[in-house]
């Protein structure tokens, strides 16, 4: 968040006395420390009030360099992030993000000063939404951000942040739209509605990076489950403790994510998120450890150990989220004797 400044600007008028919008100072949140509870993922944002409204330019206007996409790609990965609060709400923000602010706040100051403009203004205002959105989803689902910021790959932290620009915009446009309806005539407020598909598609997009992220680690799953049951569980040595290098690196992988999204995403959508991870993860372990050849009660033991280490590693990042998997059901459904006839078979045919 370098380079932006609070600076004093026009007022927008009397009835527009206190701003609901500050920026703090741009210090590193700690990692895991929850964001507001309060704030949804996905959906339209409460409307707000004169009350809560008042002014986008009251106490000064954001300004920030017109950093490139590329350059605010990389200011990802190289700066503390800032956090900007909306009306109560913080929300972790990059270089486009408050160059959209300030483009929105100067269109406000727009309308309100010249009443008469306020049609172009919500017009102008709906552009540059939408170019926003677009834009957000080329560089980042469509990996564009790759080729013009010289990124190796989009990780999880890019998707979050990117998450993160869009709840602000949604938060944001209420209040924008609370401050054109104060200078509208009653037969203009129709035109308003424009703001709200608005809202809808940054809704629908910020479903697709959630979405994103479970696919990222479905790849992942796939992998670790053919680990899984390449390990030997008969050969373990009954003094071995959980977890096998297999279930660590699966845990390991699940906890880092958690541990990057939970810096970036608000309480709800982490829960989302993760909900469909652990559901995705027992339909693709479920069949894998379906495929275990276990011949004997020690290998049969090590991996309901192990089945136990991941389910409590698992339940222990956010208690909120069911992991009722049926992991421990289909290691105690595991026929030894068949099992032991397959690698007496196998055995005699090499």
């Keep these: 968040a370098s380079g932006v400044s609070l600076a004093s600007a026009p007022n927008l008028g009397a009835p527009f006395a206190n701003s609901p919008l500050s920026l703090s100072t741009p210090t590193p949140v700690a990692v895991g420390e929850p964001m507001s509870a ?20 009251g106490h000064g206007t954001l300004l920030a360099r017109n950093d490139s996409d590329a350059a605010s790609i990389r200011s990802v990965d190289t700066a503390g992030m800032g956090l900007m609060h909306i009306g109560g709400e913080a929300f972790h923000v990059v270089g486009c993000s408050l160059v959209l602010v300030k483009s929105v706040v100067e269109y406000l100051q727009c309308a309100v000063n010249i009443p008469m403009l306020v049609t172009d203004v919500l017009q102008r205002l709906v552009e540059v939404f939408k170019a926003f959105n677009s834009r957000t989803c080329q560089v ?27 709840s602000l915009c949604m938060e944001l446009i209420p209040y924008a739209k609370e401050c054109l309806r104060h200078v509208m005539s009653p037969s203009q407020e129709v035109l308003l509605t424009q703001l709200d598909r608005t809202v809808n598609d940054f809704s629908n997009h910020q479903g697709e990076l959630h979405r994103k992220l479970v696919t990222i680690m479905s790849d992942r799953a796939d992998y670790h489950g053919r680990m899984l049951v390449a390990v030997k569980w008969d050969d373990l040595d009954p003094s071995t403790q959980p977890p096998v290098p297999a279930m660590d690196a699966l845990v390991k992988e699940v ?28 339909d693709k372990l479920t069949p894998q450890y379906q495929k275990i050849r276990i011949a004997s009660a020690e290998g049969k033991r090590q991996l309901m150990l192990n089945s136990q280490y991941l389910l409590r590693r698992l339940r222990a990042l956010d208690s909120s989220v069911t992991v009722d998997w049926e992991l421990e059901v289909v290691v105690n459904n595991i026929d030894l004797f068949l099992h032991l006839l397959i690698r007496l078979a196998l055995m005699m045919q090499m």
Aim: aromatic share 6%; glycine share 6%; hydrophobic share 40%.
């Design 140 to 166: 980042v689902l469509g990996a564009g951000a790759m080729r013009s910021a010289g990124l190796k790959n989009i990780s999880a932290k890019h998707l979050a942040l990117a998450s993160e620009s869009l």
């Design 255 to 282: 906890r880092k994510l958690h541990k990057v999204l939970k810096r970036y995403l608000p309480t709800p959508a982490l829960r989302s998120v993760f909900s469909q991870i652990f559901a995705m993860y027992e």
């Design 38 to 57: 309060s704030r949804q993922s996905t959906g339209v944002p409460r409307t707000p009030t004169i009350a809560q409204f008042d002014s986008l330019g």
